[in-house]
């Protein structure tokens, strides 16, 4: 008849004291007859054999004195012989009854090694899981920020080759003032395709201000053209859109200005078309 899990759980929950030895010949038996039938027992056994070795290492091991030796060898023999003296009984009675809480405290000590060890095993494989989850989710984030950049970087190509490209291109050089005198810029215009700017060995820019390009035409009044940045080296390529009834430039020029730029120039000249 096959065993009820009420039953199962029962012998499971001997294990500990199997490997002990704490149990009766009669619940060894039975346990023994199960456990050669049931591989989650068999696992449970191993399991707690290891940690039950590795207790027993941790205890100082003492050879016992010569009386205590005779005494033990004695007795093994008068139980082979199946005769057990009353007092031998009775010692191994009290014996038995004095050592029965140390296996039971035992058996939960292995049990809980046991289990934590589990935890322990489980809790490190979930930690690494996650570091791979995270790991695989930040290269998703870059190889999307790289195909971004790249995108914006193509589209940013083909539009400054569409300028340079143009039928009615105009080209102004532009030189460096006395702020930047090492400084040289380059803007190539075309009324229907936009404008593209280059400078070189612009100074670094205080905090709170940016540079600011400005066509300058027939008219009074420059006309912004937009704002930009340079990199660390000084180096700047950028792109603007220029109305198609933008004045014909006469020159540019570069300033700089605060952060956001102003409505009409206001700073030190950093770069000048002749």
């Known amino acids: 008849m096959p065993m009820s899990s009420t039953e199962h759980d029962e012998l499971r929950e001997q294990a500990a004291l199997y490997v002990l030895g704490a149990l009766t010949a009669s619940e060894r038996a039975t346990f023994e007859a199960h456990v050669n039938t049931c591989a989650e027992c068999q696992a449970t056994v191993k399991a ?11 205890v100082p091991q003492h050879e016992p004195a010569p009386a205590v030796r005779t005494r033990v060898l004695t007795l093994v023999g008068v139980a082979r012989e199946g005769v057990i003296p009353m007092h031998t009984s009775l010692t191994r009675e009290r014996s038995a009854m004095s050592i029965a809480p140390w296996l039971a405290a035992a058996a939960s000590l292995v049990a809980a090694v046991a289990l934590g060890g589990y935890a322990t095993a ?123 009834d933008l004045p014909q430039p006469v020159g540019m020029a570069v300033t700089i200005e605060p952060e956001g730029g102003v409505p009409a120039p206001s700073g030190d000249k950093y770069l000048v078309s002749p």
């Open 122 to 244: 489980m809790r490190a494989r979930v930690g690494t899981l996650e570091a791979r989850l995270r790991e695989a989710v930040q290269r998703a984030d870059l190889n999307e920020r790289q195909i971004a950049d790249l995108r914006r970087a193509s589209t940013e190509a083909q539009s400054q080759l569409a300028v340079v490209a143009a039928p009615d291109l105009q080209r102004i050089d532009l030189a460096g003032q006395p702020a930047a005198p090492r400084s040289a810029g380059r803007a190539f215009w075309s009324r229907s395709r936009g404008l593209v700017f280059t400078a070189s060995n612009l100074p670094a820019l205080p905090a709170g201000k940016t540079y600011q390009l400005w066509v300058l035409t027939k008219q009074p009044a420059p006309i912004s053209a937009g704002l930009f940045k340079p990199d660390a080296g000084g180096r700047v390529t950028s792109m603007f859109d220029t109305p198609v």
């Open 48 to 58: 707690l054999s290891v940690v039950a070795d590795a207790l027993s290492q941790t």
